[in-house]
DNA sequence: TTATAAATGTTATATTATTACATACTGTTA
DNA sequence: TAACAGTATGTAATAATATAACATTTATAA
């Protein structure tokens, strides 16, 4: 339940649910959860879950349509992500490898390109599911 | 546009729009381009697009629900996919870089893990959005 | 030719996300 | 402290994206 600085009432409440999540959440199942709390509306959900990416607290797994916590301290603001995701199980991880990152951050395409963000999702079967 | 073997009647409509645009399409909106051709439900055009991803033909852009046609023509399955967005015009392109492909598909994890297939959006302006 | 898989058609509905507008809170700075 | 700006909240309505369920047809191949 670590107490985050600065987060208003609605963006700490949803944090801690996905922060306190073994899995992605998504918008409407976060919606689901806290409706004891006062938050009725999806617009209410959506705000807080903007404004935490914006702040690098969670990431959005775009195949999902879904939110996790940020695993990766140094992570502040979400411009370089990379994640490996369960094909079975549905697990995500986020991943952070500082030669994946430099590499990708470094990448530049044929036309000379450099881009300033990137998210990467991988996807396959995680040790548990594998050994099924 | 070019008549593609083995595709049915539907798939073969809507590969058609995309592969022709300039730009990524959206589900409704290709649905709305083929209301003339007599497709008239979602998900006749839902199905037609699983297909066609699921053959290669196309790919889906997750951070845009969004599709446009392979623009590699080595890429039968899609299973390694990278694409560059500029973030001010939304035009897309799909990078065909072997060093990276390569890096990707070897990449192993922390944990020695392997993935058999990843997706990478790279984020940025494009050469002309950059010069304004 | 018959049986099996793939594709289609149709209606309804589920899920994900935003617009628009009114109000309240928080932190500055005059 | 008052006035302001910026951020956050509340609420209702609706837009946009995607799937379930079921009936039927077409293509393929044994």
Chains 1, 2 share one sequence.
Do not use: W
């Not at 409706?35 to 690098?56: C, F, M, S, T």
């Not at 036309?111 to 996807?123: I, T």
């Amino acid at each position: 339940m670590q107490k985050q600085q600065n987060l208003s009432k609605n963006q700490q409440i949803i944090f801690d649910i996905i922060h306190n999540s073994s899995e992605p959440l998504k918008a409407y199942s976060i919606l689901f959860n806290v409706q004891k709390k006062g938050i009725k509306a999806p617009l209410q959900v959506y705000r807080a879950l903007d404004k935490l990416v914006e702040l690098g607290k969670i990431h959005k797994i775009e195949s999902r349509n879904a939110f996790i916590a940020c695993q990766n301290s140094s992570c502040q603001i979400s411009k370089a992500t990379a994640f490996s995701i369960c094909e079975s199980c549905e697990q995500v991880s986020e991943i952070s490898n500082t030669k994946l990152s430099k590499y990708l951050s470094n990448f530049t395409d044929e036309a000379g390109m450099k881009y300033n963000k990137y998210n990467l999702e991988f996807f396959g079967l995680c040790k548990k599911c594998k050994s099924k």
